[in-house]
């Protein structure tokens, strides 16, 4: 899985949105991860899992 740092909480959520919208499956919708982040994972084109990550 690779990790994608995005500025805030409110990314992790728009870009989730805007993926499955258009047609990116995820298996992780956003939630409040134990280690502080907003987190969610959606897979690529290819199959590959992508991680969502705001800061704590």
Known sequence: ???VDVP????VDR???ELVADGH???QPPF???F??????VRDPD?????????R
């Not at 502080?36 to 994972?41: D, N, Q, V």
């Open 1 to 3: 899985m690779l990790d």
């Open 8 to 11: 805030d909480r409110e990314t």
């Open 15 to 17: 870009l989730h949105a």
């Open 25 to 27: 499956q995820s298996p």
């Open 32 to 34: 409040d991860a134990f």
């Open 36 to 41: 502080g982040s907003r987190y969610a994972i």
């Open 47 to 55: 199959g590959n899992l992508i991680g969502l990550k705001s800061p």
